[in-house]
């Protein structure tokens, strides 16, 4: 089965999930908030990091328990992201 590429909307929208992610975990280490996700160090690092731009439902759902962010409030922020004319994404 051939995955369809992502568009560059949603190439942004999942470098700002990641940049959410990495401000929640302040100074916690990646090692700690993965492991209480129950996911792989390097997982959380290919998000963080927008190389798994679109993550699996139940791993965001992992994390944001494990961050205590709300479900809600992460879907509405990575949702207000749009791109600007130089194709950098920013926050609506």
């Known amino acids: 089965m051939v995955r369809t590429p992502l568009t560059p909307l949603e190439r942004e929208r999942g470098r700002y999930l990641g940049l959410l992610l990495r401000q929640a975990r302040g100074e916690r280490s990646m090692a700690d908030v993965a ?3 129950g996911i792989s160090a390097e997982t959380l690092r290919k998000i963080e990091t927008g ?3 679109t ?3 139940f791993t965001v759902a992992a994390l944001a ?3 205590g ?3 809600d409030e992460l879907a509405r922020r990575c949702a207000a992201v749009t791109l600007t004319s130089e194709g950098e994404g920013a926050a609506a």
């Open 35 to 37: 492991a209480v996700a």
């Open 51 to 53: 190389r798994a731009p």
């Open 55 to 57: 993550p699996a439902f």
């Open 65 to 67: 328990g494990a961050l």
């Open 69 to 71: 962010l709300p479900m």
